[in-house]
């Protein structure tokens, strides 16, 4: 089975702009989650979907949207970058909410 | 306080040596996860745990849900484990997953 997979890989934007980042799960897993990384704060869960419904969001502002589509693909949609927005963002699939994740690896975003 | 905690921050070992690194959570939980996260940012899942031992390999994970606590061992490290070792908890309830700070680990040959 191919792996999860995401893109771009790479993205510059500079503050202001807005940016949408794809996920791909793996074939048959319904769950999708998104994460954001970062040097100071580590990993942080953004949130988690299953079957097209948002199940959990974690703490990040309004701007930090996302959805799933019909086919368990799913993209993350961050308005009004901010320069604290840099990091990688990870994506990771499942085959349910509560099962082992497989991450993909990751769209790294740099705000100028 | 983070609701998960890991130690040590920085771990470096000889090739060969046994190595443990620990995570203790705060908050009540459904599963435990082992990451490892390589140069360059893919993370592999090695290990979801909710009670007891499991091995893979060189790898052991333990937890005592009891005592809040779990551990990651190595066995015969090798410099191909120098990584980032990541404890995630899945919160009990909420169901989201919190982060350990990570454990950065340096094997030298």
């Known amino acids: 089975k191919a792996g999860v997979t995401q893109t771009p890989r790479y993205l510059i934007k500079t503050r202001g702009q807005q940016v949408t980042l794809s996920c791909s799960p793996i074939?048959?897993?319904?769950?999708v989650s998104w994460y954001q990384q970062t040097p100071g704060q580590g990993l942080q869960f953004l949130f988690e979907?299953?079957?097209?419904?948002?199940?959990n969001k974690g703490n990040f502002p309004g701007r930090f949207s996302g959805r799933q589509f019909s086919n368990s693909r799913s993209e993350m949609n961050v308005s009004t970058l901010e320069l604290g927005d840099s990091a990688l963002y990870l994506c990771?699939?499942?085959?349910?909410?509560?099962?082992?994740?497989?991450f993909g690896p990751g769209t790294r975003l740099t705000v100028l | 306080k983070n609701e998960v905690e890991q130690s040590p921050q920085n771990l470096t070992a000889q090739e060969g040596e046994f190595i443990t690194i620990n995570c203790s959570y705060s908050?009540?939980?459904?599963?435990l996860h082992w990451l490892q996260q390589h140069p360059g940012g893919g993370i592999v899942s090695l290990f979801m745990?909710?009670?007891g031992k499991k091995k893979h390999g060189r790898l052991i994970a333990t937890i005592n849900i009891q005592e809040k606590h779990s551990s990651l061992h190595i066995t015969a490290s090798h410099p191909r484990d120098s990584a980032v070792y990541i404890c995630?908890?899945?919160?009990?309830?909420?169901?989201?997953?919190?982060f350990g700070q990570g454990t950065r680990l340096t094997i030298n040959p």
């Open positions: 074939s048959g897993h319904r769950s």
């Open positions: 979907y299953f079957s097209e419904t948002q199940r």
């Open positions: 908050v009540g939980i459904s599963a």
């Open positions: 990771a699939s499942s085959p349910s909410v509560v099962s082992e994740q497989f």
């Open positions: 995630a908890v899945r919160v009990q309830g909420a169901q989201k997953l919190v």
């Open positions: 745990l909710s009670s």
